[in-house]
């Protein structure tokens, strides 16, 4: 039932209209029919081997059943997946062919008979209507709402002895075998889509876990939008902190509208989602970062106080005249929650800090020096890393103001040339180096890749626009709609 999962986990990823959400999914015609023929392949393998029913009648005397049915060969149907177009989804299938070995017996008076037969069927049809929706818990629903399958005529060849039998056979068993196959791939499309879609979306998770505390939530905030050209659900697509669901005390932007359908997939994140995370990061403090001579990969000299050549002892004088043979540990602190700015252009990140300055004597205690304001403006490149979006750091400016000197007066302008320095050879390197190992990963399943994919940006909005490629029967293909590695919160760059 691999076909199944395919299918469901596409409509699964499609989805609405409610107010702005933080994440929209957009699954187009061209998407649907990749799917379509993937899954109409791997239903074709799975209803082949099939057993069907036995079927036994009594007609003019003619006592018969026949048995041990198997579907031995299939022909796949040409096939079309409908939007919109009376139910949400029609899955229509024309000329399934199959052909089915059994054996037969009859009593017929007093003569007693038997052998094996071959079943063509080359012209069957069906068409299923499909609805889609939404629980109240945020995961979405599949159910069959119509079946409707037609049948053309049959070839029948019995192998065996009295043929006259086998003949008023031929128009018995005819019949009885066209309506139990009509019964039965309804029951097999049904089956597939109600049960099995069930099962998988039961395992749907309308939330994922973002590192120690943050929690990424994206349920489906209302049914699916069906157009004739696509699918698209609407995710909340906002992060929360984990023991404590207090929203974030703003909403989000309008994203900006996907205007083609030329790919199979679009995706749309929301700033919203960035937002929310940097809103719950400051607000409980994870925005935090010690800088010590130890995590100073290569140049761990930079901290000390006394020295020959470069480091903060010299650049400050105060530092090394007051603390020689000690070390500088830097405390960062957020002061407010960093705002993510998506244009056209760039995503920007503007972010406030105190930085305390304190020296670690050689006989470990801790000594305030100074704190700075910081305010740090950032842009960032957004790319995609396999299936998961991660960005580089291209362009950082920190501006600082002194305050709370306890080592006398700082000069201001030496002390900014001297953090523009740290940005470029130290911070920004440093940063970039940990944000290799950091991505959200976008919605996607173990059988599922993109392909041609591309980022676009737009107002408030990281566009992804990409085609997917199906590998069906892998093994246990767990539905991890957003893989997370923890982006804040971090002690150990
Ligand atoms: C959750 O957070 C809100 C706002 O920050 C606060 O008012 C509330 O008391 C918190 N609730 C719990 C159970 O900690
Ligand atoms: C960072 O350093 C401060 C002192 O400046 C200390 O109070 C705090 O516990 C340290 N935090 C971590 C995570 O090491
Ligand atoms: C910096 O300090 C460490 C530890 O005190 C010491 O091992 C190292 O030699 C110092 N570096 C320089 C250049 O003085
Ligand atoms: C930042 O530093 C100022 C003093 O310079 C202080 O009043 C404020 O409470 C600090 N904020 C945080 C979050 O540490
Ligand atoms: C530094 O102080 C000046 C003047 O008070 C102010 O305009 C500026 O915004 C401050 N910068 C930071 C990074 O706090």
């Not at 299918?7 to 957009?26: D, K, W």
């Not at 052909?99 to 079943?119: A, N, P, R, S």
């Not at 049959?154 to 006259?164: N, V």
């Amino acid at each position: 039932m691999e076909f199944l999962c395919i299918f469901v986990n596409l409509v699964i990823l499609a989805s609405t209209q409610t107010v702005n959400p933080g994440l929209r999914l957009r699954i187009t015609q061209d998407g649907l029919q990749y799917a379509n023929k993937v899954a109409v392949d791997t239903f074709a393998k799975d209803i082949k081997r099939t057993r069907l029913e036995d079927i036994t009648g009594n007609v003019k005397g003619v006592q018969y059943s026949l048995t041990n049915l198997i579907v031995n060969d299939l022909k796949a149907p040409t096939s079309t997946i409908t939007l919109a177009s009376g139910s949400d989804v029609e899955w229509r299938a024309t000329k399934l062919g199959l052909e089915i070995d059994g054996t037969f017996k009859y009593i017929f008076l007093f003569i007693k008979g038997g052998g094996d037969f071959t079943v063509k069927a080359s012209d069957l049809s069906f068409a299923v209507g499909i609805q889609i929706g939404v629980d109240t818990n945020g995961k979405p629903t599949i159910k069959t709402t119509s079946c409707d399958c037609k049948i053309g005529p049959l070839q029948i060849k019995f192998r065996g002895k009295r043929a006259w039998i086998y003949n008023i056979l031929t128009s018995l068993a005819s019949n009885a075998i066209a309506t139990m196959l009509q019964k039965k791939v309804c029951e097999k499309v049904k089956d597939v889509l109600d049960k099995k879609a069930e099962e998988e979306l039961c395992s749907f998770q309308a939330e994922v876990q973002l590192g120690e505390h943050l929690t990424l939530d994206y349920r489906l905030l209302s049914a699916p939008h069906i157009t004739s050209e696509y699918i698209e659900g609407d995710f909340k697509g906002e992060v929360f902190w984990t023991m404590n669901r207090t929203e974030a005390p703003f909403a989000p932007s309008p994203m900006a509208t996907i205007t083609d359908n030329k790919k199979m997939v679009y995706l749309t994140v929301s700033d919203y989602i960035f937002k929310s995370m940097g809103y719950q990061a400051h607000a409980h403090g994870l925005l935090m970062y010690n800088l010590t001579s130890k995590k100073m990969r290569g140049d761990d000299d930079l901290l000390n106080t006394t020295c020959k050549d470069t480091c903060i002892g010299k650049l400050i004088p105060q530092i090394g005249q007051l603390y020689s043979n000690s070390q500088v540990e830097i405390h960062l602190q957020s002061t407010d929650w960093p705002r993510v700015f998506i244009t056209e252009k760039a995503v920007q990140i503007l972010s406030k800090s105190n930085v305390t300055f304190s020296a670690r004597k050689p006989d470990n205690t801790l000594h305030f020096m100074f704190r700075i304001h910081a305010v740090t403006m950032a842009s960032a490149k957004i790319k995609l890393n396999g299936d998961a979006l991660s960005g580089t750091i291209d362009y950082m400016k920190v501006e600082t103001n002194v305050t709370n000197s306890l080592i006398g007066n700082i000069d201001e302008a030496t002390f900014q040339l001297l953090v523009d320095d740290a940005v470029k050879k130290v911070i920004k390197p440093m940063i970039n180096d940990y944000l290799k190992d950091v991505g959200i990963k976008l919605p996607s399943t173990d059988n599922l890749q993109f392909k041609d994919a591309k980022i676009e940006l737009l107002t408030n909005t990281i566009l992804v626009e990409t085609n997917v490629k199906i590998t069906p029967n892998i093994k246990k293909k767990k539905s991890t709609v957003l893989k997370y590695k923890p982006m804040v919160g971090r002690q150990d760059i």
